[in-house]
Antibody, heavy 123, light 107 residues
């Protein structure tokens, strides 16, 4: 079945870096973009950006350019989110999600989502 | 950016009730509106895409409607497993944006 499996929870100190992985299976990886969504504790969903799995080109939402980097390894059908210079306010669950876009509907949606990776930044 | 506003933010209901959640866009988004369900500690799950299309495997008690700026998610007869937080999301323009969520709790 189509699924995205993310790496496990991380506890990091301020200023460190973290790399979250998102392993795709059950579909042709390069046919669908991967999006990243952040959810701070007790808060809603915030779109961070996406990566084109064909070209490897990323695009970042406002506020996520610079310290946040999306990358791919298509040989293992995996997308990555790297966050550098971590701050306490980066503490959140980070989700990857496959973006389904169809000609029929001329629209897109996110399905499925990875199970989420909790990144905790604390000294 | 398009702002999505859900109402109510929290809703108390009983098993068997009919429930409606509203989502309003700050500008017209045609029918480019999706609904997700999120249970505590779990990832969001797609329920409805393009305003009214039921995702495969989602029970038929869920339905969506609307176009332009006003949309609704209806659960015709609440089941115990439906108590969760629901989010709308517009895909009309980048960045895609989510509503703040509606938490459905047991009365």
């Amino acid at each position: 079945q189509v699924q995205l499996v993310q790496s496990g929870s991380e506890l990091k100190k301020p200023g460190a870096s973290v790399k979250v992985s998102c392993k795709a299976s059950g579909y042709t990886f390069t046919n669908y973009a991967v999006n990243w969504v952040r959810q701070a504790p007790g808060q809603g969903l915030e779109w961070m950006g996406w990566i084109n799995t064909n070209t490897g080109n990323p695009a970042y939402a406002q506020g996520f350019a610079g310290r946040f980097v999306f990358s791919l390894d298509t040989s293992v059908t995996t997308a990555y989110l790297q966050i550098s210079s971590l701050k306490a306010e980066d503490t959140a669950v980070y989700y990857c999600a496959r973006e389904v876009a169809t000609i029929e509907f001329r629209s897109s949606w996110f399905d499925p989502w990875g199970q989420g990776t909790l990144v905790t930044v604390s000294s | 950016d398009i702002q999505m506003t859900q109402s109510p933010s929290s809703l108390s209901a009983s098993v068997g009730d009919r429930v409606t959640i509203t989502c309003r866009a700050s500008q017209s988004i045609s029918d480019y509106l999706n609904w997700y369900q999120q249970k505590p500690g779990k990832a969001p799950k797609l329920l409805i895409f393009v305003a009214s299309n039921l995702q495969s495997g989602v029970p038929s008690r869920f339905s969506g409607s609307g176009s332009g700026t006003d949309f609704t998610l209806t659960i015709s007869s609440l089941q115990p497993e439906d108590f969760a937080t629901y989010y709308c999301q517009q895909s009309y323009s980048t960045p895609p944006t989510f509503g703040q969520g509606t938490k459905l709790v047991i009365k």
